[in-house]
């Protein structure tokens, strides 16, 4: 499963400021589009996690334009 196709948020529409995220070989990689040879790696429940509290807003003080 080494050539999963990466996958962007429909939000992001066409251009290229966005996080790009696909799972490989049991982990989940992310990059952002515009820098693709930095990839972080992290395990799926992880991701799950992150995902759960990224709906709820528990990271949106992080954001300076919200």
Same mark, same amino acid.
């Given at each position: 499963?080494?050539? /999963? *196709?990466?996958? #962007? /948020?429909? $939000?992001?529409?066409?251009?290229?400021?966005? !996080? %790009?995220?696909?799972?490989?070989?049991?982990? =989940? %990689? +992310?990059? %952002? /589009?515009?820098?693709?040879?930095? =990839?972080?790696? *992290?395990?799926? $429940? #992880?991701?799950?996690?992150? +995902?759960?509290?990224? #709906? !709820?807003?528990?990271?949106?003080? +992080? =954001? *300076?334009?919200?």
């Amino acid at each position: 499963m080494r050539n /999963s *196709t990466w996958q #962007k /948020s429909s $939000y992001s529409g066409s251009n290229a400021d966005c !996080v %790009e995220v696909r799972a490989v070989d049991g982990v =989940i %990689e +992310l990059r %952002e /589009s515009d820098e693709g040879d930095i =990839i972080v790696r *992290t395990m799926p $429940y #992880k991701f799950a996690a992150f +995902l759960q509290g990224a #709906k !709820v807003g528990e990271f949106d003080h +992080l =954001i *300076t334009n919200a």
